[in-house]
């Protein structure tokens, strides 16, 4: 960030000196690249984090099926995908670019959006519905398929560009969603159902324990504090923000909401930390803000 934005002045509460920029230079000149034909060192940052995913040695050589940039994976409307190597030309076909391999896909009706993940080994395909499907890219195996991930029709769907397990999804239901292949997706949760995961493998760190409500209606938003050492949280049925701790899940305090007059309640719609301050205060309410 330092190196890309060079007026910067201020980063995390701390003033960027020349030492610091020198060494973001470093930084992006080694692990980050804008062309490939310009590259200085052997790995990117791309190839170590997946070595990092998959547990393997970096000084192995995993040549996966686009390595070469010479494959591409194209979807029809009509629901149909195909897998081009663009160096096998078509000689007999004056029009033809590039010749489908033989690998079998099950169609995915309403088909709009397909994107590759980070390692080049699964395809992910959605369309005009609520569904989302994952497919093995050498095989053609559908490795996953989901329904009603959404409320309305999903509108596009894309891996992680660094992690071959997550992917987003925007619907036209107004919400973007990220799923985690290494757990079980399921509906996002709700009803002051809080959970810290671990980022590295999507197991659960600690479970925050705030009684629900009984209703599908309470949905609730989580939000860590600057400093990741508190954790806030709120519903829109509930006119209370919860300030937890990060590392234990203990309740440190519960803060009520109410509007002008003492009878007008105010209930969550979003909460975000205040960037500036690290802490909340246990006397008033400045560092957190609410809506």
Not at 230 to 251: F, K, L, M, P
Not at 256 to 273: H, I, K, P, W
């Amino acid at each position: 960030m330092i190196a890309s934005l060079p007026r910067l002045g201020v980063l995390d509460n701390c003033r960027i000196g020349k030492v610091d920029r020198e060494r973001a230079k470093i930084v992006l000149s080694r692990f980050y690249e804008l062309l490939s034909s310009t590259r200085q060192h052997k790995e990117s940052i791309t190839s170590v984090l997946h070595m990092r995913e998959t547990g393997k040695s970096s000084v192995v050589n995993r040549r996966s099926l686009n390595s070469k940039g010479t494959s591409l994976v194209v979807g029809y409307d009509n629901g149909s995908l195909r897998l081009y190597d663009i160096n096998d030309t078509l000689p007999e076909a004056t029009n033809a670019c590039c010749s489908s391999t033989t690998v079998p896909f099950v169609d995915f009706h309403h088909l709009t959006s397909v994107h590759v993940n980070a390692t080049d080994d699964q395809i992910l395909t959605s369309g005009y519905s609520k569904k989302v499907a994952i497919y093995d890219i050498s095989t053609g195996k559908r490795l996953h398929f989901f329904s009603d991930m959404h409320k309305e029709p999903i509108n596009v769907a894309k891996f992680s560009h660094h992690s071959p397990s997550l992917f987003v999804t925007s619907s036209f239901d107004h919400n973007i969603k990220m799923w985690d292949l290494r757990t079980k997706l399921i509906n996002p949760s709700v009803d002051n159902e809080v959970k810290q995961l671990l980022a590295v493998d999507g197991r659960v760190h600690t479970k925050f324990d705030i009684a629900p409500t009984g209703s599908a209606q309470n949905y609730t938003r989580s939000y860590y504090m600057n400093g990741r050492d508190y954790i806030i949280s709120g519903s829109c049925d509930e006119h209370v923000v919860r300030v937890c701790c990060a590392q234990t899940g203990r309740r440190l305090r519960d803060i009520y909401l109410e509007g002008q007059n003492a009878r007008s309640l105010m209930f969550v719609q979003s909460l975000r930390g205040d960037p500036f301050r690290v802490t909340f205060s246990h006397g008033d309410f400045g560092g957190i803000r609410a809506a």
